[in-house]
């Protein structure tokens, strides 16, 4: 088996949440979210709806980001910063078909924290940590059911990143709690994850105590 490479004096690599694609009753999410978030440290959750109209996603963040809100987590916003802003979204995820970095910026403003999925690209990282970016997204890094991938970039894209340019990066794609911990030593400042948490067979706060256990030790 091949080393995982190493990125030396980082900052502890943190969890970051998305959401299941759907939610079907909310106060029931909320509350599975709640426990989760108080099971250990979770950075930001996204907010990620597919397919859902304005209403329903406006509705979701209504009723979720107060929950996150309570546990100091940045709420994000996938794919439109236009609701992200009349939503009172602390930010939004853009991916490469949703708009450019610039625009998003232009519509949320300076404090706002932008993402941008960047695949297997360093050339598409270096082109949003450039133009503002507050973190760049690679994956997927393994096999995952909850959105269709094309791109698998190995982990030494990381180290790379890591080693080159100051922007943080996000790793996304099929990251459980059994790989977590090799995917922080190559260098992921954060960790996304939805399935690996939400579908967790010891359920939810299992996964989000599990995986700080992987990346803090």
């Known amino acids: 088996m091949a ?5 030396p ?7 970051y949440l998305i959401t299941p694609p759907a939610i079907p009753d909310l106060d029931a999410f909320a509350a599975t979210l709640d426990e989760a978030l108080g099971a250990g440290d979770v950075a930001a959750l996204q907010i990620r709806l597919k397919p859902a109209d304005d209403a329903a996603i406006c509705a979701a963040v209504e009723r979720l980001a107060p929950v996150a809100r309570r546990h100091g987590v940045a709420v994000l916003l996938n794919d439109r ?3 992200a802003k009349a939503t009172g979204c602390d930010g939004v995820h853009i991916g490469q078909e949703d708009g450019s970095l610039a625009e998003a910026r232009r519509i949320l403003g300076p404090d706002a924290m932008i993402g941008v999925t960047c695949h297997d690209d ?14 760049v997204a690679f994956g997927a890094f393994y096999p995952t059911d909850t959105k269709t991938t094309v791109h698998r970039p190995g982990l030494e894209i990381l180290t790379v990143w890591q080693e080159t340019v100051e922007t943080p ?7 459980t709690v059994e790989t977590a911990a090799e ?9 996304a994850v939805s399935a690996g948490v939400w579908s967790y067979d010891a359920g939810p706060a299992s996964a989000v105590k599990g ?3 992987r990346l803090n030790n």
Not at 122 to 135: F, P, S, T, V
Request: aromatic residues 8%; negative net charge; glycine residues 10%.
């Open 3 to 7: 080393r995982t490479p190493t990125v």
């Open 9 to 15: 004096d980082r900052p502890p690599c943190r969890l």
């Open 81 to 83: 910063p236009d609701l």
């Open 122 to 135: 360093r050339d598409l990282a270096w082109d949003a940590a450039e133009g503002g970016a507050d973190y």
């Open 169 to 175: 990066c996000v790793a996304i794609g099929g990251i």
């Open 183 to 191: 995917v922080a030593r190559a260098g992921a400042d954060f960790i």
């Open 211 to 213: 995986f700080n256990h």
